[in-house]
Structures are given as structure tokens and as C-alpha cells.
């Protein structure tokens, strides 16, 4: 399976850089987008012949040497470096625990005190595993869903009403895919992250073309829009931390500056909750 996903890894990361964005002149006609194999390999230092093996899922190795090589060439982000390192095997995968650990009494208060700034924490399939009463009023109340309907990326592409909650619903579908891509690099074969990768694709067209691109995204800082029932329309910025002594286990935050019209909209969105 890894073998296999580093393959197309590559072949997606291969199609999106053209010859003249990496130095090369664009000479010949073209039967696809993108780099030959023969010019990642020129690029990354490496034979051709090694690099087609690797395209073609072989059972081989690579080096650490070569793994950043290639990292080069096809111009990674640290989180597309970090996923090529976990489908390769190229250094041992961290320590896992058959069950993850469970939220702890000191993360649950955090959430709690920090209210009314919404906040929740995840695991790297994007379950929802602990929130406060703020992120249960602004995004959804999590308490009243199955638990395995708390879920992000199931939110994002099954419940008809995240289409209208995100204002930019595509972009964050996209990001719940290359995040859901990261955790399958992290712990192989899964099975409740397959269960949910196979539902999702079942059920959304989006999903099946979106999941080919084979993009990877892990916690990161940036900006949500929500048009929300009760409030309206609001722009947060968001943070996203990986717990310390977890695997995958991130703190989300929504905060907006202070006298904006956002935080007016999340004050009257915590008084409108009781």
C-alpha cells in the first residue's frame, strides 16, 4: 500500500511543475502536464531508471539523501516532504498505541476556561473529540451527533448545511482531503480512517476527484469565512497546535480582533446561547 501511494504521490507532485518553473527548457511536444520522469530524476540527481522504479510502486528504499533530493526537485512544502518520509519508510514511523489516548482533564478544562473563544480538538482524521460550549454554538453541537458523525470532513462533504456554513466550502473540503491524505501517511491501513475515506468517497463525487490530487496538509494558521445562522456572516482567524505527547491530537481556535465586527458577531453569538 505505501509503495503505492508513493508512486502516485509522486506522479501528482511530478504534473503540477512545469519545465521552465524548474529551470528546464519546455522543448518537445508534451503527451501530459508537468515534468518527465526522466527530468525529476536529472533534477534530483538520481538515475532515471531508479526514479521509474519508484513511480511503478517497486518494493524499494530510498535514502535519505535521495528522499531529499527528490524533495527538491518537486519543490515540498515541509508537510509534503514529511508525508514523502512516512510512504517511503525511510526513518521508523513514531511510536502508536493500538487505542489513541484519551482526552485528558487538563486539555478539557483549557477548552473551558478559554470560552467564549471556540475551540476543539481533533485527531488527524479530523474526529472532533472534545469542544466548548462556544465551538458547539458556532460550528455545530457535536454533543447531539452519533459519535461517529463527529467528524469534520464528514461534516464538510454529508451534511447539506456546511455547503452554505463555509462561505469558501471548496477550499475547506480540499484542506479536510489533504488532511485526511496526512493521516494515512501516519498510520497506514487504518481502518476507521479507511472506513471513512470509503464512505465519503461513496457518497460525494467532490471527494472521489478531489482525493486523486493527492494533496497533504497538516496543522496549520489561517483564515475561515461562515455565514452562520444566527450571526451571519463572520470571519475568523484560526490556530491549529498539535498537543504535545500525541501523535495527531490538534487544539483548533477561532479568535477575531478585538472592536471588529467578527468579535461583535461572537459576542452576540455567546449571549444568543444562554
Given amino acids: ?19 521552465a518553473d524548474a529551470g528546464l527548457p519546455a522543448s518537445g511536444r508534451r503527451r501530459a502536464p508537468g515534468l518527465r520522469r526522466a527530468e525529476v530524476a536529472l533534477l534530483a540527481g538520481i538515475s532515471p531508471d531508479y526514479y521509474m522504479r519508484l513511480e511503478q510502486g517497486r518494493d524499494i528504499r530510498p535514502s535519505s ?31 502508536i498505541h493500538a487505542e489513541p489516548p484519551p482526552i485528558g482533564a487538563s ?69 479536510a482531503i489533504a ?28 471527494f472521489r476527484a478531489w482525493w486523486t490530487r493527492h494533496d497533504v496538509k497538516g496543522p496549520s494558521i489561517g483564515r475561515k469565512e461562515f455565514d452562520h445562522p444566527v450571526v451571519g456572516r463572520l470571519g475568523l482567524d484560526y490556530v491549529c497546535a498539535l498537543l504535545p505527547g500525541t501523535l495527531d491530537h490538534q487544539i483548533v481556535t477561532y479568535t477575531a480582533p478585538p472592536g471588529s465586527p467578527a468579535q461583535a458577531a461572537l459576542d452576540r453569538l455567546a449571549a444568543a446561547r444562554g
Fill in 1 to 19: 500500500m505505501a509503495a503505492r501511494d508513493l508512486a502516485h504521490f509522486l506522479r501528482t507532485r511530478r504534473a503540477r511543475i512545469e519545465p
Fill in 65 to 95: 539523501s535521495v528522499l531529499d533530493a527528490l524533495a527538491r526537485a518537486l519543490r515540498f512544502d515541509d508537510d509534503e516532504r514529511d508525508h514523502l518520509y512516512r510512504l517511503a519508510r525511510a526513518e521508523p514511523a513514531p511510536p
Fill in 107 to 175: 486539555v478539557r478544562r483549557l477548552l473551558d476556561v478559554i470560552d467564549p473563544v471556540p475551540a476543539y480538538v481533533l485527531n488527524g482524521r479530523l474526529d472532533v473529540l472534545a469542544w466548548n460550549a462556544m465551538a458547539a454554538a458556532l460550528v455545530i453541537d457535536f454533543g447531539e451527533l452519533p459519535p461517529a458523525r463527529r467528524n469534520l470532513a464528514w461534516f464538510a462533504f454529508c451534511d447539506p448545511r456546511a455547503r452554505t456554513f463555509y462561505v469558501d466550502w471548496g477550499t475547506i473540503a480540499r484542506h
Fill in 179 to 206: 488532511q485526511l491524505r496526512t493521516a494515512t501517511g501516519m498510520v497506514p491501513d487504518d481502518p476507521a480512517t479507511r472506513t471513512l475515506i470509503g464512505e465519503l468517497a461513496e457518497r460525494s463525487e467532490e
